[in-house]
Nanobody, 122 residues
Framework: QVQLAESGGGLVQPGGSLTLSCAAS????????MGWYRQVPGKQRELVATLASVGETRFADSVKGRFTISREHAKNTVYLQMNSLKPEDTAVYYC????????????????WGQGTQVTVSS
């Protein structure tokens, strides 16, 4: 199996910064893409940022210019640097990875982390 371990969430004041980390472990041949989503109670999970193995990135319009995403391939780890945080960024942040566990697999499987709480409040 594949496990995703998230860290870095917490409480921060508006205008502050946080860095989330997500490390994938287990039986992994390759990771096609890694990314971050977030969810608040009563709403659907939404994309925050994704980073494909070829370097293509996607960001939600609400975080463009404030958040950056990076990846350490050797460690199967993805980071989300969040700057200029706003109260509306408060959510549970989930890591997602598209993983091929074996070389013979033509398509990747999707794995999710357990989530980490980010609260932006004064």
């Amino acid at each position: 199996q594949v496990q995703l371990a998230e860290s870095g969430g917490g409480l921060v004041q508006p205008g502050g910064s946080l860095t989330l980390s997500c490390a994938a472990s287990g039986r992994i041949f390759s990771i096609d893409a890694m990314g971050w989503y977030r969810q608040v109670p009563g709403k659907q999970r939404e994309l925050v940022a994704t980073l494909a193995s070829v370097g293509e990135t996607r960001f939600a319009d609400s975080v463009k210019g404030r958040f950056t995403i990076s990846r350490e391939h050797a460690k199967n780890t993805v980071y989300l640097q969040m700057n200029s945080l706003k109260p509306e960024d408060t959510a549970v942040y989930y890591c997602k990875a598209d993983v091929r566990r074996f070389e013979w697999m033509r398509y990747s499987n999707v794995y999710w982390g357990q989530g980490t709480q980010v609260t932006v409040s004064s």
